[in-house]
Nanobody
């Protein structure tokens, strides 16, 4: 069993930066593929970026350029750095973890970008 808790969301002005955190507890962190997803109002949840246990990363088109995913296995924490935020980045951001056939989600953290 894995528990995921996101933090770091909030209200930010366009052009600013934000770092989201996802703290994992429960299963052995280093064995998990993790990722960030987001869901804007009226839209489906979409992938932003994923990171494997060896640190390799893959970005969806929505996450390329201004987003950086990283993880600190010693702290059991994953991060998402968002630079030069835009109003279209406004969404609930979810942490996701995959371990074998099990998929886990956090409760989400709201990011709102004001223009």
């Amino acid at each position: 069993q894995v528990r995921l808790v996101e933090s770091g969301g909030g209200l930010v002005q366009a052009g600013g930066s934000l770092r989201l955190s996802c703290a994992a507890s429960g299963s052995t962190f280093s064995l998990i593929l993790m990722g960030w997803y987001r869901q804007a109002p009226g839209n489906k949840r979409e992938s932003v970026a994923v990171i494997s246990n060896d640190g390799s990363t893959t970005y969806a088109d929505s996450g390329k350029g201004r987003y950086t995913i990283s993880r600190d296995n010693a702290k059991n924490t994953m991060y998402l750095q968002i630079n030069s935020v835009k109003p279209e980045d406004t969404a609930v951001y979810y942490c996701n973890a995959v371990s074998g056939v099990n998929v886990y989600w956090g409760q989400g953290t709201q990011v709102t970008v004001s223009s």
